[in-house]
Antibody
Framework: QVQLVESGGGVVQPGGSLRLSCAAS????????MHWVRQAPGKGLEWVAF????????YYADSVKGRFTISRDNSKNTLYLQMNSLRAEDTAVYYC????????????WGQGTLVTVSS | EIVLTQSPATLSLSPGERATLSCRAS??????LAWYQQKPGQAPRLLIY???NRATGIPARFSGSGSGTDFTLTISSLEPEDFAVYYC???????????FGQGTKLEIK
C-alpha cells in the first residue's frame, strides 16, 4: 500500500531554514509527480509546490516562490522541501502528497510534519 | 487565478440526515474538481475526483455532481464518522497551480 512519511519539522527562528523530507513506498515513486501542501493551525489547506515525476519542472505558490525549493531523489524514493527565509506565517503542518495526473488530484497523503517559526 | 468558494462555512446536521455542500469556481474548471475529507488530527483523504467519481473505498452515500463553475458534494444519509471538514480542489491549466476551497465544517447538531 502507498505510504508517505514526512520528517524534518521542528521549531526554527524567523529568517532561518529547514529541510523537510518525505519517504515514499508502495508505488513506483519515479513515475509520479509529488506535492507539498500545508495547513496553518486552525486554517484550511494551502497548496505549496509540485514537482514532476522526473524533476524536470517545478511549480510554486506565490506565497513561497523564491524562498522554498522542491526537489526529489528517485534513487532514494524521497521528496524534499528546502525552506529558506522562514516567516511566522509559514508555521503549519506540511503534508506531502502523491499526484494522480489523469485527474489532477492528490490521491495519497502523508500524516504531516509540523513546522513552527518562532523566536 | 481561479478561486474556489465553498458554502456554507459550517453545516449543522444530525446523523441520518442528508448533507449538501457547495463549491463554486470563479471561472470554469470543466469537470476537474475534487473533494477531500479531513478529520481532526488526520491528513486529508480523497473522496471524489472528476466531479463525480468516488475514490477507492469511498462509500456510496458520498456523491458528487456539477461541471463548469458549480459543484456539489452530497452525503445521502450521515453516519457519525462523516462529521469532518470537506474541501474542494482544482488545478488551473497554466501555470499548473492547485487551489483549495476554504472548507466546509460538517458538525453534529
Amino acid at each position: 500500500q502507498v505510504q508517505l512519511v514526512e520528517s524534518g519539522g521542528g521549531v526554527v527562528q524567523p529568517g532561518g531554514s529547514l529541510r523537510l523530507s518525505c519517504a515514499a513506498s508502495g508505488f513506483t515513486f519515479s513515475s509520479y509527480g509529488m506535492h507539498w501542501v500545508r495547513q496553518a493551525p486552525g486554517k484550511g489547506l494551502e497548496w505549496v509546490a509540485f514537482i514532476r515525476y522526473d524533476g524536470s519542472n517545478k511549480y510554486y505558490a506565490d506565497s513561497v516562490k523564491g524562498r522554498f525549493t522542491i526537489s526529489r531523489d528517485n534513487s532514494k524514493n524521497t521528496l524534499y522541501l528546502q525552506m529558506n527565509s522562514l516567516r511566522a506565517e509559514d508555521t503549519a503542518v506540511y503534508y506531502c502528497a502523491k499526484d494522480w495526473p489523469t485527474w489532477l488530484v492528490l490521491d495519497y497523503w502523508g500524516q504531516g510534519t509540523l513546522v513552527t517559526v518562532s523566536s | 487565478e481561479i478561486v474556489l468558494t465553498q458554502s456554507p462555512a459550517t453545516l449543522s446536521l444530525s446523523p441520518g440526515e442528508r448533507a449538501t455542500l457547495s463549491c463554486r469556481a470563479s471561472q470554469s474548471v470543466s469537470s476537474y474538481l475534487a473533494w477531500y475529507q479531513q478529520k481532526p488530527g488526520q491528513a486529508p483523504r480523497l473522496l471524489i475526483y472528476d466531479a463525480s467519481n468516488r475514490a477507492t473505498g469511498i462509500p456510496a452515500r458520498f456523491s458528487g455532481s456539477g461541471s463548469g463553475t458549480d459543484f456539489t458534494l452530497t452525503i445521502s444519509s450521515l453516519e457519525p464518522e462523516d462529521f469532518a471538514v470537506y474541501y474542494c480542489q482544482q488545478r488551473s491549466n497554466w501555470p499548473p497551480v492547485y487551489t483549495f476551497g476554504q472548507g466546509t465544517k460538517l458538525e453534529i447538531k
